[in-house]
Nanobody, 122 residues
């Protein structure tokens, strides 16, 4: 079992930045690829970014490419999502997830955090 806890959410003005963190416990994070997803009110859950176990492979939603960066520190059992140039459309609850590969399909992930709210004010 892996427990994931996200933090770093909050309210940020449009154009601002936030860094989300996801700390894993229970098993070593290096065993898993990690993903970030988000869900806005009234919308389906959406893939944002994913990173392979080694960190060498990264995938992004087209809309966040060049603005968001996913990274990981396996020694700290932590994965990050640096969000820059934020837009009101980025407002959502952000979830981290652990699974076998850096997929954009949420159904392939085995473990999920509880989520952290991100609100971008315009």
């Amino acid at each position: 079992q892996v427990q994931l806890v996200e933090s770093g959410g909050g309210v940020v003005p449009a154009g601002g930045s936030l860094r989300l963190s996801c700390v894993a416990s229970g098993r070593t994070l290096s065993r898993y690829a990690m993903g970030w997803f988000r869900q806005a009110p009234g919308k389906e859950r959406e893939f944002v970014a994913a990173i392979s176990r080694s960190g060498l492979l990264r995938n992004y939603l087209d809309d966040v490419k060049g603005r968001f960066t996913i990274s990981r520190d396996n020694a700290k059992n932590t994965v990050y999502l640096q969000m820059n140039s934020m837009k009101s459309e980025d407002t959502a609850v952000y979830y981290c997830a652990a699974g076998p590969g850096p997929s954009g399909d949420g159904h392939t992930y085995d473990y999920w955090g509880q989520g952290t709210q991100v609100t971008v004010s315009s």
